[in-house]
Nanobody, 126 residues
């Protein structure tokens, strides 16, 4: 069973950048990997997903062009580079693993993910 550990969150001013990391411990890392975010009182929101070999990526409209998801399969890591951050990006960010296949299209709902990390807080000040 894979264990996911996020890091890299913090406080940044609007317009700044952060890079989140997610380490996958155990398992084969043969998963779709996704980033989601959540603010209090709201459901977990899709941010980005990447296919097993990194060839395919999907972004939420709200982050398209500002965020980049990537992965390093040799080291079982997935990253989220966040640029041009806005106050509305403030949330707890979670990485998740998804055992489905990319062509199923089932990677934008949190219900399609099997395992989650503990989350890392990102706060963007105006």
């Amino acid at each position: 069973q894979v264990q996911l550990v996020e890091s890299g969150g913090g406080l940044v001013q609007a317009g700044g950048s952060l890079r989140l990391s997610c380490a996958a411990l155990g398992g084969t890392f043969s998963y779709i990997m996704g980033w989601f975010r959540q603010v209090p009182g709201k459901e977990r929101e899709f941010v980005a997903a990447i296919s097993r070999n990194g060839a395919f990526k999907k972004y939420a409209d709200s982050v398209q062009g500002r965020f980049t998801i990537s992965r390093d399969n040799a080291n079982a890591m997935v990253y989220l580079q966040m640029n041009s951050l806005k106050p509305e990006d403030t949330a707890v960010y979670y990485c998740g693993s998804n055992s489905r296949v990319w062509y199923s299209g089932r990677y934008v709902s949190g219900y399609d993910y099997d395992h989650w990390g503990q989350g890392t807080q990102v706060t963007v000040s105006s």
